[in-house]
């Protein structure tokens, strides 16, 4: 029989501190390429945005986040003041129609209908 020969792995050499040491630019790598994708991936979101606020330059990373995070800003203020006009007008139509409640039933104590009180009472109805 011919003598085997037995490769060793590289990686069976390698203290664990080796290791990391090896690995920790690869994984800085893939760090670097996922933030540099979501950066190009918010650029293309906020193509109007740009051309808003800088139509002709070049733009840089930090240019990106700036805007991005302006228009997020931007947004929210939006969404909050679209709650609050909903929120007022549920208030006004709450209240109101309170009021039409209490209007009716003291309207209705009253055993004797004047004519005002029935019109009234025809024009809560509408």
Do not use: W
Not at 10 to 21: A, G, H, I
Not at 49 to 58: A, D, G, I, T, V
Not at 75 to 91: A, E, I, Y
């Amino acid at each position: 029989m011919a003598p085997s020969t037995v490769f060793l792995e590289p990686d069976n050499l390698l203290t664990p501190k080796e290791k990391n040491k090896l690995r920790k630019p690869v994984v800085e790598k893939m760090r670097r390429d996922r933030i540099n994708s979501s950066i190009e991936q918010l650029k293309l979101l906020l193509e109007k945005e740009f051309q808003r606020h800088q139509p002709n330059s070049k733009l840089e990373k930090a240019d990106i986040l700036e805007v991005a995070v302006s228009y997020l800003k931007q947004q929210s203020q939006l969404q909050m003041k679209r709650s609050f006009h909903k929120s007022s007008q549920f208030d006004f139509r709450e209240g109101y129609a309170r009021c039409l409640q209490e209007a009716f039933h003291f309207l209705s104590l009253h055993k004797v209908r004047t004519e005002t009180q029935t019109k009234l009472l025809s024009h809560f109805q509408k």
